[in-house]
């Protein structure tokens, strides 16, 4: 992850609801990438309007005919914002902030209007780190969305929220996806891969309420990517230990010859696991830490030395490498 590539957003973000396809959740990081660089400038403080130019590659972008689309579609935006409060502290504001738009010669150039340039430096200022990279990857303004949610809360580990303010901020009107399965599988679960591969981030989700027999509130939990193959290598080991402690002394005699030919091991280092049931059982837990290291094609340079620092075999002599 490349530094340049960061932008902080703040978790006002989260109380902003909008409907933009994917080259439009782009331009959003775009412009809150410029308006960071500009702080300290007092754009906020005037009711001037704000212009920005960007080119065709800060896009990531070749079809200059997405551009031209992106710029007629632009203008008509709504941007939606509720300050989390209610009552008399409570604040609602519904604006159209860009009231210009042109793609002309491989540059694409807004305006953001006077009154909401306040709005987006407040959501430029933020806590949540976004890779710029990594949305520019996504191939679904929702997972976009999903990764920009998720990523406020990756610190805590965990996102209580209903299904319809979910809706809501994903831009999706609350008549669609009537049918949970559905929303499930082409949101949640097409999200969930996406943000895996191109993000490093994991995120699981479980029915938090119902109302009867309809769903209407979810709890998420949210790892980084290192921390969730922790998770799973952790789940592999135990599920490993769990099916040892059912096999019979003559099973276990053969299935760790099968596993002893992997490594180059003395008749002593052998006899070393053997011998000691604790032993056993941490050579097992090792060995499956590193058939999951060579699942991620992050493979020990040695896979005995690691085992043998791993289990104190170094105190055992190595049989020469034939």
């Known amino acids: 992850m490349e530094k340049n590539s960061i932008v902080r957003l703040t978790n006002l973000l989260n109380f902003t609801r909008f409907d933009f396809d994917v080259l439009g959740q782009r331009l959003l990081i775009l412009m809150l990438e410029?308006?960071?660089e500009q702080q300290g400038f007092n754009l906020e403080n005037t009711l001037e309007n704000i212009e920005i130019t960007f080119s065709l590659s800060d896009f990531r972008e070749t079809d200059p005919t997405k551009l031209r689309k992106l710029a007629k579609n632009i203008i008509r935006k709504e941007i939606s914002y509720h300050n989390g409060k209610t009552g008399k502290d409570e604040v609602w504001v519904e604006m159209?902030?860009?009231p210009y738009a042109k793609y002309e010669n491989g540059k694409f150039t807004i305006d953001i209007i006077g009154k909401a340039k306040?709005?987006?430096?407040?959501?430029?200022?933020?806590?949540?780190?976004?890779?710029?990279?990594?949305?520019?990857?996504?191939?679904s303004q929702h997972s976009i969305r999903m990764y920009e949610l998720l990523s406020a809360f990756v610190n805590?580990?965990?996102w209580?929220?209903?299904l319809n303010e979910l809706k809501q901020l994903l831009g999706i009107e609350l008549t669609q996806y009537k049918n949970y399965a559905l929303f499930e599988k082409r949101i949640l679960i097409y999200s969930q891969k996406e943000l895996w591969e191109h993000c490093g981030l994991h995120f699981e989700w479980s029915i938090a309420q119902k109302e009867r027999k309809k769903i209407t509130a979810l709890t998420f939990t949210i790892r980084t990517k290192e921390k969730q193959e922790k998770v799973q290598v952790n789940a592999d080991i135990k599920?490993?230990?769990?099916?040892?402690?059912?096999?019979?002394?003559?099973?276990?005699?053969?299935?760790?010859?099968?596993?002893?030919?992997?490594?180059?091991?003395?008749?002593e280092q052998k006899d070393y696991i053997l011998s000691d049931t604790n032993v056993f059982n941490e050579f097992i837990r090792v060995h499956a830490i590193i058939e999951n290291m060579i699942e991620r094609a992050k493979p020990p340079k040695d896979r005995t030395k690691y085992l043998a620092k791993s289990l104190g075999l170094d105190k055992v002599k190595l049989s020469k490498v034939v």
């Open 34 to 36: 410029y308006l960071k």
């Open 156 to 158: 805590k580990g965990e």
């Open 239 to 267: 599920t490993t230990m769990e099916y040892i402690a059912t096999l019979t002394p003559k099973d276990i005699a053969e299935k760790s010859h099968i596993l002893m030919t992997q490594y180059t091991l003395s008749a």
């Open 96 to 98: 159209i902030p860009f």
């Open 160 to 162: 209580f929220i209903t």
């Open 118 to 139: 306040k709005h987006f430096v407040e959501l430029a200022k933020g806590f949540s780190n976004l890779d710029k990279g990594a949305v520019f990857a996504l191939s």
